[in-house]
């Protein structure tokens, strides 16, 4: 599960108003080399939650650099892209879980795959 | 000399290709205005449907007509691709009739009265002509002579060939219900996908539409609610072969066609309850949805009967209980879906299986904030087919716009959508409607 995709989602457990954003629990995390586009960040950024893509970067060890704020005129800042590039779309993690902020629930990532379904007496 | 303004009184032909017959006029050839070259190699870019596009010189009914057209027509504009210097080379295509290589020939002779003053040249010319023959769409009523004919400068070919190198016969991981490659590329382009885009599927499958957005530059993501299929896990979909293999799976789909980069996530997940953020997200969201005849339609939920077990015992792949997923409450949630999770101006594409007996076009769902752009059909069979729907997002939704359907006058016609699945088995004889069949692969 690539940061991009943790930055979207949210928790749908039942009665949850605070579901966002799911904490990360990993036990494996690997970094891939994902060929650079800055046009492709530059469009992405404007719709994260740029709080939440810190914490997580943060939560895996994987935040380096990357500043708290988000920069003015980032479309031309090609440093500041290439380190939101690599948070984005290069770190992922591959076996953990994510968590439900509110009510603790867990959904399992195996194989950089999350599993979101709930149960039926959840739903 | 004066600068010849390319985008005024220059016709293009497009040659269309004789399938997907019911997304199109009945013709195969279509004489567009108003544009110029460098839109008609933008549009020959993308299309999967047109064979090849023509900068038109001339046409008419007949040969004389021909000749008259062609000789009227600006020789300044012809004269830079017919200088002494350069190779060319005439082609002569007939539609709905074969030719003998000798009638070829004495046509490419009539046409001596144009002023070539360059060398012919097989195999590399520099500029390539084409004279059309249209001889009807009748194939048991061929007539002597060609009821249309048309002569024009190739300017480029579709992109015809996407079909045979992303055919689903010789892709990785494929599953009962794989787009094909033609029609996922259509829908691909009913979408507007683009570079830079972000891509959606809420039931992602094998990844098929993924693949078709991938080309053409997009980020891909997508979910389904069937975690063997996710996981690449299972029977195989192909005739000889029990199990998948090892890299039998999306991400390995995109890999086969370079596109690997463009691979966001597909996650394990149900399409009934979607697990975003509410906020506008996708750039297109491009969908089949299941039609509960080859693969199930599921949702999580609580519920008394049990569902059937999966095939292939699976440890992890627990599927809590499933309940019927109406096909009609599919709609109206992929519908509310786009609405929030769209950006403005974003396309949603899907197919929407239809009844033919009772089609009408109060059928076709609607929603506030999706403006109906088409509705395709594709004949399945004499009693069913499908529609590709394409809307696009004009409104951001309000606080009670997910509950507007249910006041919609034709909200009634639509729930005899739910019998759907029960009409389709009528039709056939009594089967089993267990998904037990593997389907020889036969592909685009």
């Known amino acids: ?123 | 000399m004066a600068a010849f303004s390319s985008r005024s009184c220059l016709q293009y032909l497009l040659h269309l290709a004789q399938d997907n017959l019911d997304f199109r006029l009945p013709s195969p050839f279509w004489c567009l205005d108003g544009l110029s070259e460098e839109d008609v190699r933008s549009i020959m870019a993308r299309s999967v449907c047109a064979k090849s596009a023509f900068e038109l010189w001339g046409h008419g009914q007949t040969h004389s007509e021909l000749r008259t057209s062609l000789l009227n027509f600006p020789s300044d504009i012809m004269s830079p691709f017919m200088h002494k210097d350069s190779t060319y080379r005439i082609n002569v295509y007939t539609f709905n009739k074969t030719l003998l290589f000798t009638d070829r020939i004495k046509r490419i002779d009539a046409l001596e009265y144009l002023p070539f003053e360059g060398t012919v040249s097989l195999k590399n010319p520099q500029h390539i002509f084409c004279l059309l023959e249209d001889y009807g769409t009748d194939p048991n009523n061929i007539p002597e002579h060609p009821i249309y004919i048309y002569f024009g400068r190739w300017i480029a070919d579709g992109q015809r060939d996407l079909i045979r190198s992303h055919s689903v016969k010789n892709r990785h991981f494929i599953g009962n219900t794989s787009m094909d490659a033609g029609l996922s590329f259509i829908m691909a382009n009913h979408a507007r996908v683009k570079q830079d885009d972000l891509v959606f599927d809420p039931f992602v499958g094998t990844g098929s539409l993924l693949v078709a957005c991938s080309h053409f530059g997009a980020y891909v993501c997508g979910t389904d609610i069937d975690y063997n299929t996710i996981h690449g896990k299972g029977r195989s979909s192909r005739k000889n072969q029990k199990w998948r293999g090892p890299d039998e799976n999306i991400r390995a789909n995109l890999r086969q066609y370079g596109t690997q980069k463009m691979y966001v996530d597909v996650m394990v997940s149900d399409a009934s309850k979607p697990v975003w953020r509410d906020a506008a997200l996708f750039d297109a969201i491009i969908t089949d949805p299941p039609y509960g005849i080859r693969e199930a339609t599921r949702r999580t939920g609580s519920h008394k009967d049990i569902a059937k077990p999966a095939e292939g015992v699976f440890e992890e792949s627990h599927v809590p209980v499933s309940q019927a997923y109406h096909l009609s409450d599919i709609f109206t949630d992929l519908l509310n879906f786009s609405a929030h999770h769209l950006v403005m101006g974003g396309r949603l594409v899907y197919w929407l299986p239809v009844y033919r007996p009772e089609y009408c076009e109060e059928m076709v769902p609607l929603h506030p904030c999706l403006q109906l752009i088409s509705n395709c059909e594709q004949t399945l069979s004499s009693h069913t087919s499908r529609r590709l729907i394409t809307m696009e997002k004009i409104k951001e939704p309000e606080e009670f716009d997910c509950l507007a359907h249910l006041s919609d006058p034709r909200f009634s016609a639509y729930q005899g959508h739910n019998a759907f699945r029960e009409k389709y088995f009528c039709g056939l004889n009594k089967k089993s409607t267990k998904e037990n069949n593997k389907s020889d692969v036969s592909g685009d």
């Open chain 1, 1 to 123: 599960m690539k940061l991009l995709t943790h930055n979207m989602l949210t928790s749908h457990v039942k009665g949850v108003t605070k579901g966002y954003p799911l904490l990360i629990k990993a036990t494996e995390v690997k970094v891939n080399e994902v060929e650079f586009n800055p046009q492709f960040v530059s469009r992405m950024i404007p719709k994260l939650e740029w709080g939440a893509l810190v914490h997580a970067a943060e939560e895996l060890g994987h935040r380096q650099d990357l500043p708290g704020e988000l920069v003015q005129d980032f479309e031309k800042n090609e440093d500041f892209l290439k380190k939101v590039h690599r948070v984005l779309l290069e770190v992922e993690v591959i076996e953990g879980c994510l968590q439900c902020p509110e009510s603790g629930r867990e959904f399992p990532i195996s194989k950089g795959i999350p599993n979101m379904l709930l149960n039926e007496d959840e739903v």
